[in-house]
């Protein structure tokens, strides 16, 4: 019994989950559960990915896009991930559609 014991602390520690709490402008809070820190630099990659495609944003990342604030343990990557996605570079945060070098 102790070793199967053993082996679910294992897998628990393995498989442990954080939710990500993020602060939505009307004051409500939406929570997004990452399994590790791998899959939030995965969701940076992905920010970057889908923000210059230009074609919407997978549900995960158009609540972080539409967020106010939010975090994680360990650091501030959902923040890096908001940057990425409103950057005026990207078509989601352009107004209007135009270019970004407009002006230049």
Same mark, same amino acid.
């Given at each position: 019994?102790?070793?199967?014991?053993?082996?679910?602390?294992?897998?628990?520690? =393995?498989? +442990?989950?954080?939710?990500?709490?993020?602060?939505?402008?009307? #004051? *409500?809070e939406? =929570?997004?559960?990452?399994? &590790? #820190?791998?899959?939030?630099?995965?969701l940076?990659l =992905?920010?970057? =990915?889908?923000s210059?495609?230009?074609?919407?944003? &997978?549900?995960?990342?158009?609540? @972080?896009?539409?967020? @106010? &604030?939010?975090?994680?343990k360990? #650091? +501030?990557?959902?923040?890096f991930?908001?940057?990425?996605?409103?950057?005026?570079? *990207?078509?989601?945060?352009?107004?209007?559609?135009?270019?970004? *070098?407009?002006?230049?």
């Amino acid at each position: 019994m102790r070793r199967l014991e053993k082996r679910i602390a294992n897998l628990e520690r =393995r498989f +442990h989950c954080e939710p990500v709490i993020l602060q939505m402008p009307d #004051g *409500t809070e939406e =929570r997004i559960v990452v399994y &590790s #820190g791998n899959e939030l630099l995965d969701l940076l990659l =992905r920010a970057a =990915r889908e923000s210059e495609a230009g074609v919407g944003f &997978s549900p995960d990342l158009d609540v @972080i896009r539409r967020s @106010i &604030s939010g975090g994680e343990k360990g #650091g +501030h990557m959902i923040e890096f991930c908001r940057a990425v996605l409103n950057s005026p570079a *990207t078509p989601a945060g352009r107004a209007g559609g135009e270019d970004c *070098t407009d002006g230049l």
